[in-house]
């Protein structure tokens, strides 16, 4: 193969990668499997799709080199195909922060506006972690959890935060992270924790940036 097909094959390789985030719903399922694996059918249900369009949506990502797949008895299962593939999301959703105004007004009417206290990133609060100076609690679904989260981290999914208060210690700051920064679960945690007296931030990347960035986790209910 001559330089000239190189170059053409290399140009279609990374066209059909971004082909392959062409739809809305692509990349919602992206952010979904960005939690941890899920089959066909709970993907389909957790993104308002019916099985047969999720299948083809994911089938999309397949050929982009986007998930991969494993079979088990008559169910498919689908993860991304690994954590660069956070990284890509988080770089497309800071240049769209960057160059579109609109993208800049929601997350500042609907993510940032509750949020006084400036977010912690990953690197401090493994460092406040390592210290033993946060309480760091998980709000997504149970489910989530299990499939991954950040070592040393409680599960209080944000529907039960309330009856587990007592649980959370107030002699020192707690952290609460979801499924990434613009989710908004650990934005009303923190809300809520603030009401009743706590030192409360949210982690800014949430686990997918977490994961991402090489920080230790864990998978299953230990913390």
């Keep these: 193969m ?20 062409s739809s809305p719903k692509r990349i919602e399922l992206l952010e979904v499997l960005a939690q941890g694996e899920r089959s066909v059918e709970v993907l389909a249900q957790l993104t308002d799709l019916t099985v047969t369009n999720a299948s083809a949506h994911l089938l999309a990502l397949k050929r982009a080199h986007l998930v991969d797949t494993r079979k088990q008895a ?15 999301l988080r770089e497309i959703q800071s240049l769209a922060r960057r160059r579109v105004r609109d993208v800049a007004h929601v997350l500042q009417a609907y993510v940032e506006a509750g949020d006084s206290l ?8 493994r460092r406040r972690l390592r210290a033993g100076e946060v309480t760091l609690i998980d709000v997504r679904p149970q489910a ?3 499939a991954g989260h950040i070592a040393g981290a409680v599960s209080i999914p944000l529907d039960s935060l309330g009856r ?9 700051p707690v952290v609460a992270y979801c499924r990434g920064p613009y989710c908004v679960l650990a934005v ?14 949210r982690l800014a990347d949430g686990f997918p940036g977490w994961k991402a960035d090489g920080h230790p986790v864990r998978t299953g209910t230990d913390s």
């Design 74 to 88: 008559q169910f498919v299962f689908y993860r991304l195909a690994d954590d660069g593939v956070v990284r890509m």
């Design 188 to 201: 009303e945690a923190v809300a809520r924790l603030r009401r009743r007296g706590y030192a409360a931030r």
């Design 2 to 21: 001559n330089l000239g097909a190189s170059r053409e094959l290399l140009f279609a390789t990374w066209a059909d990668i971004a082909k392959g985030l």
């Design 164 to 172: 587990k208060l007592r649980s959370i210690p107030k002699r020192r």
């Design 144 to 146: 989530e959890y299990r």
């Design 118 to 125: 400036e977010p912690i990133d990953g690197a401090e609060l």
